[in-house]
Structure formats: C-alpha cells, structure tokens
C-alpha cells in the first residue's frame, strides 16, 4: 500500500469523502483529490501535514513508511519539549524566524517526520537498483562497457 492508498484507507474509517477532503485542503478544483485516489499523482506533503493536524488520532509513521497501527494510541497534539524547542530555535536563528507558535511548530516536527521518511526511501531505491544492477552485470557481463545502465547514487 502507498501512501494515497494509506490516506484513502484512513479516510473511509472516518466516513471522510473526498469532497470534504476537498474542503478541508481548500481546493478550488475536485481533479487534484480525484487524481490522488486514482493514483494518478501523489499527495504533495503540504496537503499531508494539514491531514494530520486535522486528524491528530493518525499515525504519520503509518500513512508514510507503513509502520505501525493507522490509529496512535494516544492521540498525537505535539506538545513540543524543552529539547525540541532548542533543536527548532538552532534551526531557525539563523534566519531570525521566531517560532513559538503551536502551528508553525507542529507543521515543522510533521514536516521533519516527511523529509526523514523520503530520504530513506529515496535511500532504499537507490539501494534496489544498484543491487538489481549489480545482479544483472553478474549474468550478462560486458554488456553494460562504456558506461550505458551504469548507476551511482546521489548521495
């Protein structure tokens, strides 16, 4: 299951239609909730973070990696602690951004919760394909000469 398929999982558990999910995002056009259900695009991670802070009960773990439970046991009101709080203000004195707002820290911890979970799929893929590669110069060797399906990973 991907994360749409995820998304739209949760969304029948609490009776929420795409319309409503329509308005909650403030969309002006149907097309873009219709595309996401169909698997035609993916949900942009903007759209995401406003799901999960108006559905605090679902796991962001869950809807992203696929671990865990759909529910938290607890729901989750990111309530920030005096660690967090240092780790935000590292981040954003240098841009003298004040952030002490519930929202804005929320949407930062939701958003660093993203960042983290795409980098290591990004990682995973890059790991698929140079294995797959590796398997498939150990069965037709010298085919790949001068560099053609070569692949390195970006980071």
Not at 41 to 62: C, G, Q, S, T, Y
């Amino acid at each position: 299951m991907n994360v749409n398929q995820r998304v739209m999982r949760f969304m029948d558990h609490v009776n929420f239609k795409q319309v409503d999910l329509q308005k909650l995002l403030k969309l002006r056009k149907h097309a873009p909730v219709s595309n996401w259900f169909n698997g035609r695009e993916e949900i942009p991670d903007k759209h995401l973070v406003h799901i999960f802070r108006r559905f605090p009960e679902l796991n962001a773990n869950w809807v992203v990696n696929g671990s865990g439970d759909m529910l938290n046991a607890q729901p989750k009101h990111y309530n920030v602690n005096e660690t967090e709080k240092s780790v935000i203000t590292e981040h954003t004195s240098p841009y003298n951004l004040e952030c002490t707002n519930p929202k804005c820290v929320t949407e930062i911890s939701l958003l660093r919760e993203l960042s983290d979970s795409r980098e290591r799929h990004i990682r995973d893929l890059e790991d698929r394909i140079a294995e797959l590669l590796r398997k498939e110069n150990r069965h037709n060797p010298g085919e790949n000469e001068g560099g053609v399906g070569e692949y390195s990973k970006t980071g």
